[in-house]
């Protein structure tokens, strides 16, 4: 059975600000984890690696920094010239 601590969940939405964002932190987090990585906090035996990542976010070990996506530039459409005869 999948449990997750509550606490957890809520203390990293604040850290973060927006439950989708951290759905993606979180599981590219528990990928590295589970591929070796080492955790960035003392842990608790007992812990899974979806507690781990989340306990990370709320203290701040892991950030998730937003970026702007330029605007792309618009386009040009090129008219061709009346042919003269």
């Not at 599981?27 to 306990?55: C, N, Y």
């Not at 203290?59 to 009346?82: F, H, L, N, Q, S």
């Amino acid at each position: 059975m999948f449990f997750m601590n509550n606490q957890y969940v809520q203390s990293a939405v604040k850290v973060v600000g927006s439950p989708e964002i951290l759905v993606n932190v979180i599981s590219k987090r528990v990928r590295q984890l589970g591929q070796g990585f080492r955790p960035l906090i003392e842990v608790h035996p007992r812990w899974t690696f979806m507690d781990i990542a989340l306990r990370e976010v709320s203290e701040g070990k892991i950030v998730c920094e937003m970026t702007e996506v330029p605007k792309p530039a618009p386009v040009v459409k090129k008219t061709k010239k009346a042919a003269k005869d």
